[in-house]
């Protein structure tokens, strides 16, 4: 098949675009009804992130003239496209094509919506916008160190770039370990609550999404979900234990991230916020040594074999 | 298009966010409205969700008998909201200032400045009554949404002079707004 179809493909329909939103609705209804489940209550309609989308998609937005409104309108767009590429990049169907170094494609796109997140707090000229923008600068500081060099650990020790190859490869202790630091990194990444610092709602409104309202509003929470199915995605491509079998696969897949997002939203309902010292000392201190240990005894392992 | 319309009207009535100002209120009315939210009365099975900023709401909650501290920053935080959007008036001091009529440190009641959709009377209102104001409110906007084009001036928030003359609410006021009362 031609190469340009089936890269369409993967990004608009499978496991891109199409597939995706559906199953970034799904991630954001289950962290809500997780949450509310483990506060004692019932929670939100299974429809309910479909609702909220739709509705916002019909609200008025506040006139935004000049550069700065346009910056603001563009920011959630090339959020919500750099993650729904990165969802694109993901291996779900065994042997479905991927080249060298699309892990750090993925990376890369999986980091845009952070930093549009930044821009889009300091361009709108709020006041809780820019504290909220210093707060997930600092935090994005803090926990990528840690997420980076718990993915290089993993492709150290096997030796190779690429997710498929990294699906299809059996797991080493060392890649568990790098598999543990992610998970660390993750609810930083998806903004959850130990370290959901950057919109805290409490403090700072809504922090760089203060000024956001109706579609923009609409595709930031669109981005978030996207967020949501590519780094579980990620940490579940690399879980998954190898099958040949197709739909096997997918279960196995859908089964672990489904299982990465329980995980993630009883954690974040049975913390409460951190400080943002104590958020860049828990990964600078604590959590930073263990991903240069990992990393250390990959590159030991791999230069000893 | 009609599938479109009716889509939206139902996404509207089902996913009402709010924002709560509190307007001189005593935090009676506060507290109710967030024990509305806690595991025994549960709002968020309606869709519910507080929100920090008033540009992401839908329904605008105002408690207190409006002082003239709070008399501009209702008008302006009205304006901040973005359209369709509607005002639940909780408790009965936004609605006739309740005990401190007739204070001279007031500007109440909270219809002379905002159009008001529905008020939940009482002092304070019980959660449940709360909640039925909030699932009324969300069908009069469902209702109305795409029927009424608002023109209402949006202020930013950093910017804290209050609405343009008060215009969006002059302007909201001739257009017929349902007024309902909510027994508690």
Redesign the interface.
């Known amino acids: 098949m031609n190469p340009l179809i089936t890269s369409l493909a993967r990004l608009l329909i499978f496991p891109g675009l199409l597939c995706a939103v559906p199953a970034a609705w799904f991630f954001l209804w289950v962290e ?1 009804k997780a949450v ?1 489940r483990m ?7 299974f ?2 992130p ?3 989308f ?2 916002l ?7 935004r003239n000049g550069i700065a409104g346009l910056l603001m309108r563009a920011w959630p767009l090339i959020a919500v496209s750099s993650a729904a590429g990165a969802v694109g990049l993901l291996p779900v169907l065994p042997a479905s094509g991927g080249f060298q170094g699309d892990l750090i494609l993925l990376l890369a796109l999986l980091e845009l919506p952070s930093m549009c997140i930044i821009a889009a707090g300091f361009s709108s ?4 916008g820019e504290i909220g923008s210093a707060r997930e600068a600092v935090l994005s500081v803090s926990y990528n160190i840690v997420f980076l060099l718990a993915i290089l650990s993993i492709a150290a020790s096997q030796h190779t770039f690429s997710l498929e190859a990294l699906a299809q490869l059996p797991s080493s202790p060392l890649r568990w370990l790098g598999i543990l630091a992610l998970l660390v990194c993750l609810p930083a990444k998806l903004h959850l609550n130990p370290f959901s610092l950057p ?1 805290a ?2 403090e ?3 922090g760089p ?6 579609p923009e ?1 609409a595709m930031w929470e669109l981005s978030h979900g996207l967020e949501w199915v590519a780094a579980v995605g990620l940490v579940a491509t690399l879980v998954a234990p190898a099958v040949a079998a197709g739909w096997l696969a997918i279960l196995i897949f859908i089964a672990i991230s489904f299982a990465i997002v329980l995980l993630l939203s009883v954690v974040a309902s049975a913390t409460a916020r951190l400080q943002i010292d104590t958020t860049v000392r828990f990964y600078w201190q604590c959590t930073l040594i263990f991903a240069v240990l990992a990393v250390a005894a990959a590159l030991f392992v791999r230069f000893k074999a | 298009m009609k599938l479109w319309n009716k889509l939206m009207c139902y996404s509207r009535q089902h996913s009402p966010w709010l924002f709560h100002m509190n307007s001189g209120s005593c935090n009676g009315c506060d507290i109710e409205i967030v024990a509305s939210l806690s595991p025994r009365y549960d709002a968020e099975q309606l869709g519910v969700r507080l929100e920090g900023s008033p540009r992401h709401a839908d329904i605008l909650l105002v408690t207190g008998p409006v002082t003239h501290n709070a008399a501009a920053a209702i008008r302006t935080v009205y304006g901040q909201v973005c359209g369709p959007k509607a005002v639940v008036a909780i408790g009965s001091c936004p609605a006739t200032t309740n005990v401190f009529i007739e204070s001279r440190t007031l500007e109440g009641p909270l219809d002379k400045h905002i159009p008001v959709d529905v008020f939940v009377p009482g002092c304070p209102p019980r959660p449940d009554a709360i909640i039925l104001g909030v699932a009324k409110a969300a069908e009069i906007l469902a209702a109305r949404g795409n029927k009424l084009p608002e023109e209402s001036v949006m202020v930013p928030i950093a910017d804290s002079a209050c609405c343009k003359d008060g215009c969006a609410c002059e302007a909201k006021k001739e257009s017929e707004v349902k007024t309902e009362g909510v027994q508690a």
Do not use: H, W
Request: hydrophobic share 30%; proline share 10%.
């Open positions: 809500r509310a506060q004692g209550r019932i929670g939100p309609p429809m309910q479909f609702f909220d739709i509705k998609m019909g609200k008025t937005t506040p006139p000229g709020s006041i809780f919109n709602e409490q700072i409104y809504s999404m203060t000024e956001y309202a109706g509003l």
